[in-house]
């Protein structure tokens, strides 16, 4: 007998999600206003340093840093709303990976379809999803306008690290901070797509050369984000045994 395979959704996208309002205007504000206070932002680099050629902006990561905790928090709580989202939009973003069994309500375990992951709640969706993955550190971005810029082409992943930790990104996500300004797309070359800056809005995206981008120049005003990624847990983690 010829074995079936299910079809794909009849519209599958391009797998970039973008939601407007997942972080509110207050949020957005104070978030930029304890950046610009700072004195720690650096500029901006690329995989082999500071290119400003390649990437000019001027760079703060938040992550690790005990004043920046609740700030850090915020973002990830709205970050990790999109992802629910994206992935029951994209449901084969978490099962693909892996084969993953969930309890049923007779008490047996089932093979996490994609039918079963679109039906599930927020509550039991998400021990699942965080089972399987992480959140990356938090990098907020300035972009001066007239100048500033990632104009370079590129993707996410990078087979330089030794830790292997860059080859675990699965997905990318920008917060826009601000607006107010003209151009500063994220811009896909792939899918030829530009995504317009909204302060308070959530940008997900793969982050294989699929989805090769750049960060246009903000023209008229400074553009700010906040940019990470979501990885997978660690083999370690994942597989490990009693």
């Not at 901006?44 to 990561?61: E, F």
């Not at 990098?139 to 993707?155: I, T």
């Not at 530009?194 to 553009?223: E, M, Q, W, Y």
Request: glycine share 10%; proline share 7%.
């Amino acid at each position: 007998m010829e074995k079936t395979t299910q079809a794909p959704p009849a519209d599958p996208g391009d797998f970039i999600h973008v939601e407007a309002g997942a972080l509110d205007a207050a949020s957005c504000r104070q978030l930029v206003g304890l950046f610009d206070a700072s004195t720690h932002a650096r500029p901006g680099q690329v995989g082999g340093g500071v290119h400003t050629d390649l990437k000019d902006s001027l760079d703060l990561t938040i992550s690790g840093r005990p004043e920046w905790r609740e700030a850090e928090g915020i973002l990830n709580q709205a970050v990790f709303g999109g992802l629910l989202r994206y992935l029951r939009r994209y449901p084969h973003a978490l099962i693909g990976p892996l084969m993953l069994e969930v309890p049923g309500a007779e008490g047996q375990r089932h093979r996490l379809t994609p039918e079963r992951l679109q039906s599930m709640d927020d509550a039991a969706l998400a021990p699942v999803v965080q089972t399987v993955l992480r959140p990356g550190g938090i990098n907020l971005q300035r972009y001066a306008g007239g100048r500033g810029g990632y104009p370079y082409w590129h993707c996410e992943l990078y087979p330089r690290d030794p830790s292997a930790e860059t080859l675990h990104r699965h997905l990318l996500w920008t917060i826009y901070l601000n607006d107010g300004f003209q151009a500063g797309e994220t811009e896909f070359l792939y899918q030829q797509r530009k995504i317009t800056p909204r302060a308070g809005s959530l940008l997900i995206a793969p982050a294989a050369f699929t989805h090769t981008h750049r960060g246009n120049r903000p023209v008229d005003g400074d553009k700010v984000i906040a940019t990470s990624w979501i990885l997978f847990q660690r083999a370690e983690k994942l597989f490990a045994t009693a």
